[in-house]
């Protein structure tokens, strides 16, 4: 049995990854504390830190935890990559997400984003006898109107890409687990500034596989994926095209399905190993020195922080990015009102954008192809 672990949250916060951080750290004997305004500090501890804006903590609660001892961070969210060394230098080893070049190396663990909570995965379908070639629910993003304007004619989709900021309704999680657990294919657009997010690891969960998006100066799932078999695109245009030859091939994609989760359970294990080594290394002290080496001697610039997000986009997202923000700040100086309606809807022709025409408009559909919900 291994030592019992102690891990703390430092800031009030609902955890999306929960489910995921727990599975991760199954093979340890570990209490996970209940959130106190005042975290204790103690030897040993495993602190969490889960929040998108730069991490925020006493120079006291610092100094307590340095002179405890052997305590570790979990640092998750960090999605803008605010962190800098500073930040690590009172623990005696490090975990996040988001692994960021300007603060990686000995002592520092990169863990991969996961799947969200509440997933209920049960035996998957097989790809050939599912209803949906592709399927896709998510708030609008740049990268993600790229993604659904080539996959627009791709028959037997299912997409849901509302603009929650202008007031469009998405599905209900019931149904967005429902129709990717009966989905063949499963395209994963970049968030809201990172490459990496959630739905690859959801898509596999629900037996789906998922179609990864790359980037020419930037290898974010290669760095958290390591070696693996998810098929990668330089753009959704190839994508999309993968998927029209591989859909008439019912044993090719069953084969890849069989490929994709197999690999899908030797990574979680695989993972899970590392991840539980490392932290009952870094309890013993064993990354310490290398740590407080390595973070002494890094800085990280504001330069350094935009170019890691600048790799992160590619010019259709830059583009479509720029134009979202300066419609929005047009609709705001008009004073118009928010959109209603929801944008939802798998078709036999393709997904069908549902309930405004300025829903209907971003994928350029034309009036032929447009539907109300009643139809």
């Known amino acids: ?10 800031v009030q916060s609902s955890m999306s990854e929960r489910e995921w951080l727990l599975r991760m ?17 103690m030897p040993g501890a495993l602190y969490l830190y889960n929040n998108v804006n730069r991490i925020d903590l006493s120079d006291a609660f610092l100094r307590g935890v340095r002179q405890a001892g ?18 690590y230098q009172a623990f005696d080893y490090v975990v996040r997400m988001f692994p960021f070049q300007g603060i990686m ?10 799947m969200s909570n509440n997933m209920n995965a049960s035996l998957p379908l097989s790809a050939s006898q599912r209803e949906h070639t592709w399927m896709f629910a998510g708030d609008w993003k740049a990268d993600r109107g790229a993604m659904a304007r080539h996959f627009r004619h791709v028959p037997n989709g299912y997409l849901s890409l509302p603009k929650s900021a202008f007031g469009e309704r998405g599905v209900s999680r019931e149904a967005y687990l429902q129709n990717m657990s009966n989905a063949v294919f499963a395209p994963c657009p970049a968030g809201n500034v990172c490459v990496e997010t959630c739905r690859p690891y959801e898509a596999l969960e629900m037996g789906a596989i998922p179609l ?9 799932f290669d760095d958290v994926l390591g070696s693996h078999p998810l098929p990668i695109f330089a753009n959704w245009q190839k994508a999309a095209e993968f998927v029209r030859e591989k859909i008439e091939i019912p044993n090719e994609i069953d084969d890849l399905q069989s490929l994709c989760q197999e690999w899908w359970e030797d990574f979680q294990a695989r993972t899970s ?32 922080r935009f170019i890691t997000l600048l790799a992160q986009q590619n010019k259709s997202q830059l583009t479509q990015r720029g134009k979202f923000n300066v419609y929005r700040l047009l609709r705001a100086l008009g004073g118009k009102g928010h959109l209603t309606g929801t944008w ?23 009036n032929r192809e447009k539907r109300h919900p009643s139809q």
């Open 25 to 41: 750290l199954a093979p340890l004997d570990f209490t996970l504390h209940e959130y106190e305004e005042h975290p204790k500090i």
């Open 105 to 114: 190396g000995e002592g520092v663990f990169p863990l991969p984003l996961g």
């Open 344 to 366: 939802s809807i798998g078709s036999a022709n393709g997904p069908t954008a549902l309930a405004t025409s300025d829903a209907q408009n971003r994928l350029g559909l034309s």
């Open 70 to 87: 052997h305590c570790g961070l979990i640092h998750l969210g960090d999605e803008y990559y605010r962190a800098i060394p500073k930040d």
């Open 273 to 304: 190993d590392e991840f539980s080594h490392f932290l009952e290394s870094g309890r013993q002290g064993d990354h310490r020195a290398a740590l407080q080496w390595h973070l002494s001697r890094t800085t990280v610039s504001a330069g350094q």
């Open 212 to 220: 990864l998006p790359g980037r020419w100066f930037s290898n974010a």
């Open 1 to 10: 049995m291994s030592e019992h672990f102690d891990i703390i949250p430092l």
